[in-house]
């Protein structure tokens, strides 16, 4: 899934959710919160931008947030 911060990939089947890879984009730290099987965290950081990516399972659905 892309964010303005990066690009995180995942393997999910139901109920969990697996780190595959994680590149930041120019310019971005990377740093790798959760890898799972319970949920995925990843933030990208920069000077001025900062974000946050997490994956997880909830009430059954795959859920994914993008905050920055």
């Excluded at 911060?5 to 780190?19: A, D, I, S, W």
């Excluded at 790798?32 to 933030?43: H, M, S, T, W, Y």
């Excluded at 990208?44 to 900062?50: A, I, T, V």
Aim: proline share 9%; aromatic share 4%; glycine share 10%.
């Amino acid at each position: 899934m892309p964010s303005p911060g990066g690009v995180v990939l995942v393997n999910h089947r139901p109920g969990e959710v697996r780190l595959a890879s994680a590149t930041p984009a120019p310019g971005l730290a990377m740093e790798i919160d959760e890898q799972g099987p319970d949920e995925v965290r990843v933030e990208f950081d920069g000077e001025d931008d900062s974000y946050r990516v997490r994956v997880r399972w909830q009430h059954g659905a795959l859920r994914i947030e993008v905050d920055d």
